[in-house]
């Protein structure tokens, strides 16, 4: 599992700025490689506190974006 300075470092790498929620985001795809948004967002929030569902969604698409995380869709 990733240090939260290996997030960080893998998120700049991207050429991404460095923000709260994307280091949530990509930490709980880290902990939880195949869950389904709902539960991303749930960690999320243990991690950073009261964040919408449209932050997350928009970070999961930024993250996407970057090549840092894939979608799967069924």
Same mark, same amino acid.
């Given at each position: 599992?990733?240090?939260?300075?290996?997030?960080?470092?893998?998120? =700049?790498?991207?050429?991404?700025?460095?923000t709260?929620?994307?280091?949530?985001?990509?930490?709980?795809?880290?902990?939880?490689?195949?869950?389904?948004?709902?539960?991303?967002?749930?960690? %999320? =929030?243990t991690q950073?506190?009261?964040?919408?569902h449209?932050? %997350?969604?928009? %970070?999961l698409?930024?993250?996407?974006?970057?090549?840092?995380?894939r =979608?799967?869709?069924?």
């Amino acid at each position: 599992m990733p240090t939260t300075a290996e997030i960080e470092q893998l998120v =700049r790498a991207a050429d991404l700025r460095v923000t709260r929620p994307r280091v949530a985001v990509l930490t709980a795809v880290h902990e939880h490689p195949h869950a389904d948004t709902e539960t991303i967002i749930g960690e %999320v =929030r243990t991690q950073v506190g009261d964040v919408s569902h449209q932050a %997350v969604y928009d %970070v999961l698409k930024v993250l996407t974006g970057a090549g840092l995380v894939r =979608r799967i869709q069924p």
